[in-house]
């Protein structure tokens, strides 16, 4: 388990974390949510002890090893990825300390062997429980679930871009399997097949899962308690991100309901004290009610964002056909990235454009938006098409000596300074932040900048790569509304499946050098490909086990046998530690009791009703002393049987 007690932290005059109190448990499936800014990737950072607090404590219970990965890797050293990945699990160190006891035993005398064969034999443990014989075909098998080709493995980590270094950081923290994985926005760089692979392959992960993520569908899939950081403390609900939205919006009405009861009880007990303030014989009883008055708790209520309603410009209607490919390819060099692509667009669809990284997805989104030629066929544009193209590069056309505010006021457009600062507080800038240049903007804020510009734009076809990478929550659900409410034709790549889900009724997959259309949403899109392919699971299993056999042969590694031993020693462990384990889950559910009777009889302590009679606060404080010795004789339980359990699995290691 983690502990998290009274954490406390401020950037500057910022309060990030207000004496929070948090637990994660074990083998748990945590999602962090909460507006930019409020402390999710600082919260990862500090459990994993990469960022220093300024008060409490987080406490790891027993011997949990934790990593974490962050959002963009920039720098990894010059190896190749396989040795890479070896070196940073270990892998490597291993290797050579085998191969150098080998040697010793070969000359040892008799009096030294035993301790050399027993470290040999501790080094050989911890080879094969980092499956160090099947490493090569293990590395293989994530590589190319994370999207890598099997040639990258021979490349250096340092050739592959910002997003390709990210993804090795996540393969190594898949095959180390550490006991508390972190993870700060996994999906950026995924495209969705990487994105449906990580989620299965997380599934049945055996640790802790604690993320961070924009994207909604994953966070479905893969958690099941979601804790929400808000005004410096976390608020935790226990299901995916859907059930947080419900719960949510539930505990709001039920705090509302609160807030108003406050607030009539308040107003009575201030009316007394007023009436009978001056009053000798009612003294005592003011001075209770003021009392009373000190005792109540503070509700916060989480203000609703400013709605903005943002629209794109259209005011000139196309033609029936908008574009049209006859026969399309491209190249590059000798490299043909599709060839023959019949593809025709009408009027006021939305098409959503999908494939793995380096399928051509942006190739074929420039060609439709004339920004690049295409090497052979033929490119139609329809009548009175206006065509506007947000791409990955969009924010290099920005002028760096203009404020953001100047900038956008480039764009020719009826709208006013107030509806501009609007749109401009949509996509996160406001106050003095459209002051700033564009030179000193990150590559995230220039994007939004060149996206607003967009916006702006007088347009009745927009063609968008990727446009939603910046965004966050609530920026793009907004910006979702605009686009599903655009009367023009759209044409988007995105890897954001809800975005796509609720957006797109039409998808277009870009594989193997060709185009396949769907008619439909992301999710019949999903359906339709497994229909299509469902031999290929089983073929994909006979690859797997061809490619582990030659990698076990090479080592002279009898995997059959091997897997027999461990299933043996696994079977002898979950005996001996049976009862124990189930010790472990018994004392858990009586702390969550305990901290649940504390909590309600801290909130009774808390009612003015209550407070005014004597007998029951007596009663009360004395069930809650008890209910506080019960609950630190558990926790010391707990702990005892915790490091019962670590001692028999050292034991067994």
Not at 46 to 53: C, F, K, L, R
Not at 320 to 337: E, R, W
Not at 537 to 556: F, L, R
Request: glycine share 6%; hydrophobic share 35%.
């Amino acid at each position: 388990m983690i502990y998290v007690r009274d954490l406390s932290h401020s950037f500057g005059d910022k309060v990030i974390f207000d004496s929070v109190s948090v637990a994660f448990k074990d083998r748990c499936r945590v999602g962090i949510v909460g507006n930019n800014g409020t402390g999710k990737t600082t919260l990862l950072r500090m459990i994993s002890g990469i960022q220093d607090y300024d008060k409490g404590n987080i406490e790891i219970i027993g011997k949990r090893r934790v990593d974490m990965l962050e959002q963009d890797i920039i720098d990894l050293p010059d190896l190749k990825v396989l040795d890479y990945l070896k070196e940073r699990t270990g892998i490597t160190e291993l290797e050579i300390e085998m191969k150098r006891l080998e040697k010793e035993l070969q000359k040892a005398h008799e009096d030294d062997y035993d301790q050399l064969l027993l470290k040999f034999q501790e080094a050989s443990d911890r080879f094969t429980y980092l499956e160090g014989y099947n490493f090569t075909a293990i590395c293989g098998r994530v590589l190319k679930g994370l999207g890598f080709r099997d040639s990258d493995l021979e490349k250096n980590c340092n050739e592959f871009s910002g997003g390709l270094k990210t993804r090795i950081g996540l393969a190594y923290l898949l095959i180390s399997k550490p006991d508390i994985m972190l993870l700060d926005e996994p999906t950026n760089h995924l495209d969705t097949e990487s994105m449906e692979w990580l989620e299965s392959y997380l599934k049945d992960y055996p640790g802790s899962i604690i993320t961070v993520s924009h994207d909604i569908r994953f966070q479905d899939k893969i958690t099941t308690e979601t804790y929400e950081i808000f005004n410096g403390k976390i608020n935790t609900f226990s299901g995916n991100y859907s059930y947080y939205i419900v719960e949510k919006e539930r505990r709001l009405e039920a705090l509302k309901k609160e807030l108003e009861t406050q607030a009539k009880e308040i107003k009575q007990i201030e009316d007394f004290i007023e009436r009978f303030r001056y009053k000798a014989s009612k003294a005592a009883q003011v001075q209770s009610r003021i009392k009373m008055l000190e005792r109540f708790k503070e509700i916060k209520i989480e203000g609703n964002a400013k709605s903005v309603n943002l629209k794109f410009n259209h005011s000139t209607q196309s033609g029936q056909s908008v574009i049209k490919l006859d026969n399309v390819g491209h190249n590059y060099g000798n490299y043909k990235v599709f060839e023959n692509v019949n593809l025709e667009l009408t009027r006021g669809e939305k098409v959503a454009v999908v494939g793995v990284n380096g399928a051509g997805k942006s190739t074929l989104s420039a060609i439709i938006a004339g920004y690049l030629e295409q090497t052979m066929g033929e490119r139609v544009v329809g009548h009175k098409v206006i065509p506007a193209y947000f791409s990955q590069s969009s924010s290099d056309s920005l002028n760096k000596e203009n404020t953001i505010f100047e900038e956008i006021n480039t764009v020719k457009t009826s709208m006013v300074e107030g509806e501009k600062r609007d749109l401009l507080g949509a996509f996160l800038f406001s106050g003095a932040d459209i002051n700033k240049k564009i030179g000193v903007l990150s590559g995230g804020e220039r994007s939004r900048v060149a996206l607003i510009k967009l916006l702006m734009n007088d347009t009745n076809f927009l063609i968008l790569d990727e446009p939603t990478n910046h965004l966050d929550r609530s920026t793009k659900e907004i910006f979702q509304k605009a686009l599903l409410e655009y009367a023009g034709t759209i044409l988007i790549v995105s890897h954001d499946r809800y975005f796509l889900d609720k957006l797109a009724g039409r998808i277009i997959e870009v594989k193997d050098g060709k185009i396949k259309d769907y008619v439909g949403d992301y999710s019949y899109f999903i359906w339709k490909r497994e229909q299509d392919s469902e031999i290929q699971p089983q073929e994909m299993k006979k690859d797997t086990k061809a490619v582990e056999s030659v990698a076990e042969n090479n080592t002279g590694y009898k995997s059959k046998e091997q897997k027999r031993i461990e299933a043996e020693k696994r079977k002898e462990l979950n005996q001996k530690t049976k009862k124990i384990r189930e010790a472990i889950v018994k004392s858990e559910s009586d702390i969550e009791k305990f901290e649940n009777l504390k909590q309600s009889f801290e909130n009774d302590l808390c009612n003015p009703d209550i407070l005014t009679d004597g007998e029951k606060v007596v009663t009360l404080n004395i069930k809650l002393k008890e209910t506080i010795e019960l609950l630190e004789n558990e926790m010391s339980n707990w702990e005892e049987l915790t490091i019962q359990l670590e001692e028999i699995l050292e034991e067994e290691k």
